[in-house]
């Protein structure tokens, strides 16, 4: 069965720091470009970050440039998400997405993060 | 305010089709694909229609999408109760060079 199980959400104080982790398992990860995705309370869905294949190449939404960084280690079947200077406005319910044929086809079940005091 | 504009909600009875449009600019539909995605609070989202208008497999052929200059529009014919979710459109915009997602539309079944 193809399945992401994304781990690693938390409270966490503003200025601080989180790392995600995201677990692939049912296809050949490293085949795959792979993106986060988020979804503030109450509010829809925010594309984060997108990493190729082979980790060559990161692209980010201008609201995680210079704070997140997106990584995978394809040996151990993981997506990562490490994020810093965290914001309130960070508070988001964060998905692990697979792409293919330049769609989202396969998606976690997420993982909260609330950035508060 | 998303770049992708959706009607915030719609609504259908059972049995009734219904359709969503997504209206956005040359820089995103206009010269990119479109895809949609069903969610329901709680769940994973779930790709819905790929490349303006393929579905995967396993999504009934009762939703259907199409494409249109710089809009495109997701159709559901016969609904049914378990129709009821949130849904999105996306798309890459050239111009901002990020993926773009419309603000969603509640679907209620009556």
């Known amino acids: 069965e193809v399945q992401l199980v994304e781990s690693g959400g938390d409270l966490v104080q503003p200025g601080g720091s989180l790392r995600l982790s995201c677990a692939a398992s049912?296809?050949?990860?490293?085949?795959?470009?792979m993106y986060w995705v988020r979804q503030p309370p109450g509010k829809g869905l925010v594309w984060v970050s997108r990493i190729k294949n082979d980790g060559s190449g990161t692209t980010y939404a201008d609201s995680a440039k210079g704070r997140f960084t997106i990584s995978r280690d394809n040996a151990k079947n993981t997506l990562y998400l490490q994020m810093s200077s965290l914001r309130a406005e960070d508070t988001a319910v964060y998905y692990c997405?697979?792409?293919?044929?330049?769609?989202?086809?396969?998606w976690g079940q997420g993982t909260m993060v609330t950035v508060s005091s | 305010q998303s770049v992708l504009t959706q009607p915030p909600s719609a609504s259908g009875t059972p049995g009734q089709g219904v359709t969503i449009s997504c209206s956005g600019s040359s820089s995103n539909i206009g010269s990119n694909s479109v895809h949609w995605y069903q969610h329901l609070p709680g769940t994973a989202p779930k790709l819905l229609i790929y490349r303006d208008d393929r579905r995967p497999s396993g999504v009934p052929d009762r939703f259907s999408g199409s494409k249109s200059g710089t809009s495109a529009s997701l159709a559901i014919s016969g609904l049914r109760s378990e129709d009821e979710a949130d849904y999105y459109c996306?798309?890459?915009?050239?111009?901002?060079?990020?993926?773009?997602f419309g603000g969603g539309t509640k679907l209620t079944v009556l």
């Open positions: 996306a798309a890459w915009d050239d111009s901002l060079s990020t993926w773009l």
């Open positions: 997405v697979r792409g293919r044929e330049g769609a989202f086809d396969i």
């Open positions: 049912g296809f050949i990860f490293s085949n795959y470009w």
